[in-house]
């Protein structure tokens, strides 16, 4: 197996599909500057995406480019967390998600942009500056709901429990990530895990939310065993190439 | 006594226009001013809010990330100019909240363009090309318009519609000139949005209540027909040159005169869209009304949490 493809293939369908779920806000969300910072997000998203895949595709060397990788595969070839493919409920699930994500990507970011794999830290470097501020805003956002209102707090911590389930899957390592780590390529998930869990601690208290004490955890999308949502997203997101193969646009 | 004065200070006023001497948000001005000028900057900003609608249906289906990511960014630029807007409104004492109530309720107008459907994503062309092209005519006069503050956002609204125009060029071009399925889908686009786009204009002269009073004040430069005319100039051979026909069968060169002449509007169709039937009004109030209660619960959390803040402070 080709480790660096597929890691560089799980960090860019991970871009590609929550950028997706954010996109779907677009005219709808709660006040116009929230659009506006989602829809900004979500391009940022489609940014890396696009960055991230295209570099897959060369490391696969088969031709595929970044648009062959998002809009042609099937279901199963897709390594996305379950978490980004999770629909975007209310505003508070839509923030809480992209908490816990943001969450992950910033100490991911901060260490691969040190990888002596001199493109992915080029790349981890640009999307660090923007994920930054994606965590600046997410977290806000997760404070000012569990600490607004009696409904806000009600919401928000209801949102917490049906995510959190899907948190553990950030961290997941096979084969793949303990070659890795070995060869000094990517960081271990033990680093990120340990600031993860500081990050959403400080966060969730600040915010005056219970951290959900089971610990019934989800996973999949790694290995390509998705959620049924998965298929909705690639429904829409692959028609135009799928009704009119092989065209220009 | 007071008559004096009033008059004295429409005198002024009007000295002000016409020496092209911008009016600010602290001057005084005719109430009739500030309330046409509420008016219109209001629907301005509501077109482009409504006008996310649209576009916004094909972002999830784009079909590459290149135009995926220029769709985002262009709906993106639509909600800016829409926040510019109305600020805009409120410096002249219109409260934001009652201004967006207004289009809820029905009783603002927005552009009748965006009550209709994006079928194909041809429809992404055509409304770059054709629709943010006929903004950036009616707009474009207003960088100069009398009033500071919109002429300024004016400004820098036109710079990034002109940037839409050409990404939708950019779009129609490629369908043209790609399969024939492609071309069919440009050319129906065309078809679809080509009299909606004429009707953007708004009402012929004779028919228009606004457009003299409006000239006067220099809030308006131009007239509906002229701006009209004048787009027609310009897009007439923009189609031609990609190898798109105009639906038109009345459109014809003068080369008399040097200038198009084109068919009669269907302003029965004008008018039952501005009355609110057209194929997608409801559609779209619908869609705001929702976001705005869907969000009620947001806005009520940011507003305890910024008292709650500001109470700790103090404490």
């Known amino acids: 197996m080709n480790s660096l493809f597929e890691y560089v293939l799980r960090l860019g369908d991970d871009s590609l599909i929550l950028g997706h779920r954010l996109s779907e806000w677009c005219g709808h969300g709660p006040i116009l500057e929230e659009d506006i910072a989602m829809t900004n997000i979500s391009l940022d998203l489609v940014g890396q995406a696009t960055s991230l895949l295209g570099y897959a595709g060369e490391l696969e060397g088969k031709g595929r480019d970044a648009d062959a990788l998002a809009f042609l595969r099937f279901d199963r070839e897709y390594k996305n967390l379950l978490l980004v493919e999770q629909p975007n409920g209310d505003f508070g699930m839509t923030m809480m998600r992209q908490f816990f994500f943001d969450a992950y990507r910033k100490p991911l970011f901060e260490k691969l942009q040190h990888s002596s794999d001199k493109h992915l830290a080029a790349i981890a470097e640009k999307s660090l500056k923007e994920t930054k501020y994606h965590l600046k805003h997410s977290s806000e956002w997760v404070i000012r709901l569990g600490d607004g209102t009696e409904e806000s707090n009600a919401r928000v911590q209801e949102s917490l429990n049906t995510l959190w389930r899907y948190t553990n899957e950030l961290f997941f390592t096979n084969e793949v990530d303990a070659e890795l780590v070995e060869k000094g390529i990517v960081p271990t998930m033990q680093e990120i895990q340990n600031e993860w869990n500081a990050t959403v601690t400080a966060v969730l208290n600040e915010a005056t939310l219970t951290i959900p004490t089971n610990n019934w955890k989800q996973e999949g999308g790694r290995k390509g065993l998705h959620s049924e949502h998965l298929g909705y997203i690639l429904a829409e997101l692959q028609y135009m190439q799928r009704a009119y193969p092989n065209m220009q646009w | ?312 402070k103090s404490a």
């Open chain 2, 1 to 312: 006594m007071r008559d004096i004065n009033i008059s004295e200070l429409e005198r002024k006023f009007q000295e002000k226009i016409d020496n092209d001497v911008k009016i600010e948000p602290n001057d005084w001005m005719p109430e009739e001013y500030r309330q046409t000028l509420i008016r219109q900057i209001s629907q301005h900003a509501h077109s482009e809010i409504v006008g996310m609608l649209p576009e916004g249906n094909w972002i999830t289906r784009a079909p590459n990330l290149r135009r995926k990511a220029v769709l985002l960014a262009k709906v993106q630029d639509e909600a800016g100019h829409g926040l510019y807007l109305y600020s805009a409104t409120e410096t002249l004492g219109a409260d934001r909240e009652e201004t967006i109530d207004d289009l809820h309720s029905g009783k603002a107008k927005y552009s009748s363009i965006f009550n209709y459907p994006t079928l194909t994503w041809a429809d992404m062309g055509a409304i770059g090309w054709l629709v943010d092209g006929a903004a950036i005519m009616n707009q474009v006069p207003l960088c100069r318009c009398s009033y500071g503050p919109y002429a300024r956002a004016m400004v820098r609204v036109c710079k990034e519609e002109s940037f839409h125009q050409r990404q939708g060029f950019e779009i129609m071009t490629q369908l043209a000139q790609g399969t024939p399925e492609q071309k069919a889908m440009a050319q129906d686009a065309l078809n679809r949005f080509w009299w909606p786009a004429l009707m953007m204009f708004g009402p012929s002269d004779a028919d228009s209540k606004h457009t003299a009073q409006s000239v006067q004040w220099k809030i308006k430069r131009h007239t509906n027909d002229e701006l009209r005319q004048q787009f027609v100039e310009v897009t007439v051979p923009q189609a031609e040159l990609i190898g798109l026909t105009v639906p038109d069968k009345d459109l014809k060169f003068n080369e008399a005169n040097g200038h198009y002449e084109f068919g009669e509007i269907d302003w029965t169709e004008f008018w039952e869209v501005v009355k609110g039937n057209g194929p997608c009004n409801k559609d779209r109030l619908d869609a705001r009304r929702k976001a705005k209660e869907n969000g009620m619960w947001v806005r009520e959390a940011a507003n305890a949490f910024a008292a709650k803040r500001a109470a700790r």
